[in-house]
């Protein structure tokens, strides 16, 4: 009988899924993405990245969740913006709502880091837990052809996939090539 429990050997082992990525940076393709509410949070914003090659080897197919809080601070909103700009869900200074669920599919560079999980003590101040986590820190997700993650190893024969975009726009890839081309567009 298998426990849908997270234990030792991790998650993916338990769920039948390819286990997470190790830290590195990697070209990505959009597998999921879904909004999730749980009772007494905000909601929050799944997006599952699976690893098309990158720079840590052999993390071909594995999987990557991060969640991105769905509420008004700032930091939010600007992380959710710059994801909807390099995923050409939404245009620069453009204000409209996004669906995520267009995303699938399309790809990008993300970095994943290990870092130490926190929480909130009695006081309601933040502190270590002394447990890892892998993310995405702060805005560590480009277009594939920006030139700032040039070096990270690409999956050739998937950027010309050409995944679709949105009913009646370009596809994925060359859309985003075409608002990646001006740097000053991914100031969010």
């Known amino acids: 009988m298998r426990m849908n429990t997270i234990g030792k050997k991790g998650y ?18 959009v597998s999921d993405a879904k909004e999730m509410h749980g009772e007494g949070k ?21 999987i990557h969740t991060e969640f991105f809080t769905i509420n008004d601070k700032q930091y939010n909103v600007d992380r959710l913006s710059r994801l ?4 050409v869900l939404i245009g620069p200074n453009e204000d409209k709502d996004v669906d995520f ?8 560079i993300i970095e ?25 820190p702060g805005m560590s997700y480009w277009p594939v052809d920006d030139k700032d993650v040039a070096d990270v190893p690409k999956d050739n ?24 081309s001006d740097p000053q567009k991914w100031d969010v």
């Open 101 to 108: 669920g267009q995303a699938k599919g399309r790809q990008l």
């Open 112 to 136: 994943i880091k290990e870092e130490e999980k926190k929480k909130k003590n009695s006081e309601g101040k933040w502190e270590t837990t002394g447990e890892k986590r892998l993310c995405i």
């Open 84 to 87: 909807a700009m390099v995923l």
């Open 12 to 29: 993916g082992e338990y769920t039948g899924r390819p286990p997470a990525p190790l830290p590195g940076r990697f070209h990505v393709a």
């Open 42 to 62: 905000d909601p929050a914003m799944a997006v599952e990245f699976t690893v098309l090659k990158g720079t840590t080897p052999g993390q071909e197919g594995k």
């Open 157 to 180: 024969a998937m950027l010309t996939a050409t995944p679709t975009a949105a009913a009646g726009s370009t596809s994925a890839p060359a859309a985003q090539a075409s608002v990646a």
